[in-house]
């Protein structure tokens, strides 16, 4: 399971990286369809035949289960990439602290010069 993972993980980063601004559930529909098929991979080598989509093999092997063998998911992966990006639009994003717009009472007075 290992190798499958580990050579299944770069396609789904790619993947990922072309699509991470496509609508979220696409990558919560994506994870659960590449579980469900590691399930029935797992079913096949036991020899039992199936899908991988009935109650017992999502108890026997839970998502936890192929999170804790270093599946990439994209849902994952598109949380932490939106708090990155919510981070960027807002503005906290590091540095000394201090705004660049300064408050109504410390700025200076514009002065109406108009050069004819």
Request: net charge positive; aromatic share 12%; glycine share 6%.
């Amino acid at each position: 399971m290992a190798k499958i993972i580990a050579e299944l993980n770069p396609t789904l980063r790619g993947w990922f990286n072309n699509f991470k601004h496509a609508h979220p559930n696409t990558f919560k529909w994506i994870d659960s369809f590449v579980r469900r098929r590691l399930r029935a991979l797992i079913r096949k080598q036991e020899k039992r035949p199936g899908l991988g989509i009935c109650r017992e093999d999502h108890q026997r092997w839970p998502n936890q289960f192929f999170a804790a063998q270093g599946l990439f998911t994209m849902t994952t992966a598109w949380k932490l990439e939106s708090r990155v990006r919510e981070n960027r639009t807002h503005g906290s994003e590091g540095g000394d602290g201090e705004s660049r717009f300064r408050p109504l009472s410390q700025r200076r007075p514009k002065t109406n010069s108009t050069n004819f």
